[in-house]
C-alpha cells in the first residue's frame, strides 16, 4: 500500500518550453501532496505543499508563476515548470501524506528534467 | 527555523559490522517526528524508521534502531549486520506537527565487502 507514481520519469525539452509533471496516489487518498527539488548529490529541498482544492503554499524564494501547481483530486497533483531554462533542469519529487496520526510521507520515483 | 544537521558526509562499513549514522536537529516545538530516509541508486525515497517525539522507547525495525535523545536533541540510526543493499544515501528528516520535513544534508554509506 502508498504507493505514489510520477510521470514522466525522465524528459528533455528545449528553452522557453512548459512541461508537466504528474504525481499520483494510487491506493489511497492525499489530502496533502509535497514537491521537492533534488540537485546532484544534495538533499531535498521543499518547493511547495499542494492541498486538495486550494492553492499551493511556496517556500521562500520558490518562483509561483515559473513552477504552477495544481492539486486538482485527491488522487492527483500536477506540477508545470513554465518557460524552462536549463538552470531548471533538476530531480523533482513528490511526495503525498498517508495519515495525519503518523505525520509520514511516502514518495514518488522522481522526474529527471533536462533543459537544453 | 528548524534545522537538521548531519555531520558525517560519508560513512563506510564492513558487510555485516554495525554502523551508527549521526544526525541532530534544532526545534523549539515539544511534539514531532523524526524520519531516517533511505535514497539507493535508483533515487527513490524509503522510509527506514520513524520516530514519535513524546515516545520515550526507541523505534526498531529490524536491523534499524535509532538512539533518541530528545534533551540532547540528537536522533542516529544504527544499523546492524549491514547489508550490501544498505548501501544508499540516508536523510535524516524532522517534522514538526504542520507535516512539512526539514531535511538533513544526506550521509552517503558505503557497504565494503
Known amino acids: 500500500g502508498a504507493v505514489v507514481s510520477q510521470h514522466p520519469s525522465w524528459v528533455i525539452c528545449k528553452s522557453g518550453t512548459s512541461v508537466k509533471i504528474e504525481c499520483r496516489s494510487l491506493d489511497f487518498q492525499a489530502t496533502t501532496m509535497f514537491w521537492y527539488r533534488q540537485f546532484p548529490k544534495q538533499s531535498l529541498m521543499l518547493m511547495a505543499t499542494?492541498?486538495?482544492?486550494?492553492?499551493?503554499?511556496?517556500e521562500q524564494g520558490v518562483e509561483k508563476d515559473k513552477f504552477l501547481i495544481n492539486h486538482a483530486s485527491l488522487t492527483l497533483s500536477t506540477l508545470t515548470v513554465t518557460s524552462a531554462h536549463p538552470e531548471d533542469s533538476s530531480f523533482y519529487i513528490c511526495s503525498a501524506r498517508v495519515d495525519r496520526a503518523y505525520n509520514e510521507q511516502f514518495f514518488g520515483p522522481g522526474t529527471r528534467l533536462t533543459v537544453l | 527555523a528548524q534545522t537538521v544537521t548531519q555531520s558525517q558526509p560519508e560513512m563506510s562499513v564492513q558487510e555485516a559490522e554495525t554502523v551508527t549514522l549521526s544526525c541532530t536537529y534544532d526545534t523549539s516545538e515539544s511534539d514531532y517526528y523524526l524520519f531516517w530516509y533511505k535514497q539507493p541508486p535508483s533515487r527513490q525515497m524509503i522510509l527506514v524508521i520513524r520516530?514519535?517525539?513524546?515516545?520515550?522507547q526507541n523505534a526498531t525495525e529490524n536491523r534499524f534502531s535509532v538512539n533518541f535523545q530528545k534533551a540532547a536533541k540528537s536522533f542516529s540510526l544504527k544499523i546492524s549486520d549491514s547489508q550490501l543493499g544498505d548501501a544508499a544515501m540516508y536523510f535524516c528528516?524532522?517534522?514538526?506537527?504542520?507535516?512539512?520535513?526539514?531535511f538533513g544534508t544526506g550521509t552517503r554509506l558505503t557497504i565494503i565487502p
Open positions: 528528516a524532522y517534522s514538526p506537527s504542520n507535516e512539512k520535513l526539514t
Open positions: 520516530q514519535e517525539a513524546y515516545k520515550q
Open positions: 499542494s492541498n486538495e482544492g486550494s492553492k499551493a503554499t511556496y
